[in-house]
């Protein structure tokens, strides 16, 4: 059964910090480069960061770079996304997925990132 199983989200403080978890299913996640995407209330997903399926060339979008760090663990089939300085604006459900199209195969529940001010 192919997952996306993502979690380390909730409701926290501006300026606290938080790390997600995504667990994928090997065929999405090997030879992968993977994302994280999030989407606001109201708006579309987008990405926000992605990494090389070799761990490598981190990118990240405007709003969060110098603030979000996003890591992987090839053995584990695992992406993570470490967020510190965290703004109301952060607040959104995030979601883990293969960067590709062509080798994502649909998309987790994702998790709850709800920052305060």
């Known amino acids: 059964q192919v997952q996306l199983v993502e979690s380390g989200g909730g409701l926290v403080q501006a300026g606290d910090s938080l790390t997600l978890s995504c667990v994928a299913s090997e065929i999405i996640f090997k030879d992968s480069a993977m994302g994280w995407y999030r989407q606001a209330p109201g708006k579309q997903r987008v990405i926000i960061a992605s990494?090389?399926?070799?761990?490598?060339?981190?990118s990240y979008v405007g709003a969060v770079a110098g603030r979000f760090t996003i890591s992987r663990d090839n053995a584990k089939n695992t992406v993570y996304l470490q967020m510190n300085s965290l703004k109301p604006e952060d607040t959104a459900v995030y979601y883990c997925?293969?960067?590709?199209?062509?080798?994502?195969?649909?998309w987790g529940q994702g998790t709850q990132v709800t920052v305060s001010s």
């Open positions: 997925n293969a960067v590709s199209p062509a080798r994502q195969k649909g």
């Open positions: 990494i090389t399926a070799g761990g490598l060339s981190p």
